[in-house]
């Protein structure tokens, strides 16, 4: 009876929402689409949904799909890093503000909200840094309205914190599905050989499992049953 009763269980969900202050950082959600003589520009919601697909590959025993997983989590890390060198410095700055001077946060009187609906652990990884950057921007317009920065300087790394999460992007849009599994790597059958021919060959531990990211879903052999339980607490994310 009890399993009976857990079979029927759906899936767990839970409502998120993402406020955000500035418009960089609103800009950076959206991205652009292409047009007349512009070139698209990836957005989070762009970016969530190469998560998701990435981590669906690795749901099918794409061993590429895992490799890619290893790579942007440890892109992530590393610009989670660059994000708070820049926070650093801007905290020494800030640190010269007068003692009798009391200064609150600098909030938008209108936030935008959005709603989030991330299926993918390293679709949230940017989520936060997107958040870092929001944050980074909000205090770097209250440092020059401060004087305690110049425009030059202020302009300077709102752009360099910005250009931290496009090459964040800009590594996932290269990504694709390989269509192969490990299986078909080791039998070297056709879909094994066209996979390695154009994507190339993968480390050992990877092509095995052995080394796998700690955000990697467990792997559904063909012929298995699609779970969904990887995804409780979250959603996908649709531009």
């Known amino acids: 009876m009890s399993d009976q009763f857990q079979l029927n269980l759906g899936s767990l969900r839970s409502a998120m929402n993402l406020t955000l202050h500035t418009h960089h950082a609103a800009r950076i959600w959206h991205g652009r689409p292409a047009s007349d003589g512009k070139n698209g520009i990836l957005g989070l919601t762009g970016f969530v949904n190469i998560m998701n697909k990435m981590k669906r590959g690795a749901e099918q025993d794409d061993p590429y ?34 003692k009798a ?5 600098n909030l938008n009187i209108s936030p935008v909200q959005v709603p989030l ?36 300087d202020m302009e300077h790394w709102i752009n360099e914190g910005a250009k931290i999460l496009r090459s964040v992007f800009g590594l996932a849009q290269q990504y694709k599905y390989s269509g192969a599994t ?4 080791a039998a070297k059958n056709a879909r094994g050989r066209d996979a390695v021919e154009k994507y190339g060959e993968l480390p050992q531990d990877v092509l095995e499992g052995t080394r796998r990211s700690q955000f ?15 995804g409780d607490a979250a959603a996908s994310t649709e531009e």
Request: aromatic share 6%; proline share 3%; net charge negative.
């Open 117 to 152: 609906f991330v299926n993918a652990q390293l679709g949230f990884k940017a989520v936060y840094l997107l958040t870092d950057y929001d944050d980074l921007t909000r205090r770097l317009l209250l440092a020059h309205h401060t004087a305690l920065i110049g425009r030059r």
């Open 216 to 230: 990697a879903p467990p792997i559904l052999r063909r012929g298995e049953a699609a779970s969904d339980t990887s």
């Open 101 to 105: 001077l009391s200064i609150g946060d």
């Open 182 to 185: 490990r299986d078909d790597i």
């Open 65 to 98: 799909s895992d490799m890619w997983i290893i790579r942007m989590e440890e892109r992530l890390e590393e610009a989670k890093l660059q994000m708070r060198q820049i926070q650093d410095q801007l905290d020494s700055i800030m640190a010269g503000l007068p």
